[in-house]
């Protein structure tokens, strides 16, 4: 079955450190990736997102991620974050051949960052 | 002007009652999905409609009954709610494979 797995449930970070949050996914065909970020109390927002080209997409707020196609990676990162960035992270497939569309979505990253 | 909007934003109500939460994008797209957020934050998809014809749906009991008068908006029905239906449901349209989201609408049920 198609699957995503984030590695971490739960991320505690000090305000500028660096931040990488790991994506995998079972799939072998093409896909469409994306991060989603879901703010305390907010609806998901897109961050970026990948459908083809350079494997390295910029998204918006300093997020960056790299997709690894022999690896079926799809990581975020960031630089230096900021308190602001706390929130619940996801990662999501869209297998081009999944008739209407259909995202599947990781079970989330919690960032939560400290002041 | 809010892209994907959802109401009610809340409602709590008894077991076994029936409840709807309601749906509209004004994007244009034609594609719109049910997910549900459960309280460990994981979503799951429920339902895909295409032009008001349903194309995807997951496992769902058939107490859950989606409706999509128009391909502006998607409704979801729900019959003899369950403790284990409390959850923030998500209504979404798309556009080449990116979800474009509403507000959420948390269930909660006593």
Request: with cysteine.
């Given at each position: 079955a198609q699957s995503v797995s984030q590695h971490n449930h739960h991320v505690i970070l000090s305000e500028a450190a660096s931040l990488e949050l790991g994506c995998n996914y079972s799939y072998g065909g093409t896909v469409n990736l994306f991060w989603y970020v879901q703010y305390p109390g907010q609806h998901l927002q897109l961050l970026l997102k990948y459908f083809?080209?350079?494997p390295l997409v910029k998204g918006i707020k300093g997020f960056e991620a790299e997709f690894i196609k022999s690896k079926f990676s799809f990581n975020l990162r960031k630089p230096s974050v900021q308190w602001s960035d706390t929130a619940e992270y996801f990662c999501a497939v869209n297998p081009r051949s999944n008739q209407g569309g259909k995202l599947i979505f990781g079970q989330g990253t919690e960032l939560s960052v400290k002041p | 002007d809010t892209a994907v909007s959802q109401t009610p934003k809340y409602l709590v109500t008894q077991m076994g009652n029936d409840k709807s939460i309601k749906c509209e994008q004004n994007l244009g797209h034609d594609t719109m999905y049910w997910y549900k957020q459960d309280s460990k934050k994981f979503l799951k998809i429920m339902f895909s409609y295409n032009n008001k014809e349903l194309i995807i749906n997951e496992t769902?009991?058939?107490r859950f009954s989606p409706k999509s008068p128009d391909k502006a908006h998607l409704n979801l029905h729900i019959n003899s709610l369950e403790l284990g239906d409390s959850a923030v449901y998500f209504c979404a349209s798309s556009r080449i494979g990116e979800l474009f989201f509403g507000e959420g609408s948390r269930l909660t049920v006593l």
């Amino acid at each position: 079955a198609q699957s995503v797995s984030q590695h971490n449930h739960h991320v505690i970070l000090s305000e500028a450190a660096s931040l990488e949050l790991g994506c995998n996914y079972s799939y072998g065909g093409t896909v469409n990736l994306f991060w989603y970020v879901q703010y305390p109390g907010q609806h998901l927002q897109l961050l970026l997102k990948y459908f083809s080209g350079d494997p390295l997409v910029k998204g918006i707020k300093g997020f960056e991620a790299e997709f690894i196609k022999s690896k079926f990676s799809f990581n975020l990162r960031k630089p230096s974050v900021q308190w602001s960035d706390t929130a619940e992270y996801f990662c999501a497939v869209n297998p081009r051949s999944n008739q209407g569309g259909k995202l599947i979505f990781g079970q989330g990253t919690e960032l939560s960052v400290k002041p | 002007d809010t892209a994907v909007s959802q109401t009610p934003k809340y409602l709590v109500t008894q077991m076994g009652n029936d409840k709807s939460i309601k749906c509209e994008q004004n994007l244009g797209h034609d594609t719109m999905y049910w997910y549900k957020q459960d309280s460990k934050k994981f979503l799951k998809i429920m339902f895909s409609y295409n032009n008001k014809e349903l194309i995807i749906n997951e496992t769902v009991p058939n107490r859950f009954s989606p409706k999509s008068p128009d391909k502006a908006h998607l409704n979801l029905h729900i019959n003899s709610l369950e403790l284990g239906d409390s959850a923030v449901y998500f209504c979404a349209s798309s556009r080449i494979g990116e979800l474009f989201f509403g507000e959420g609408s948390r269930l909660t049920v006593l």
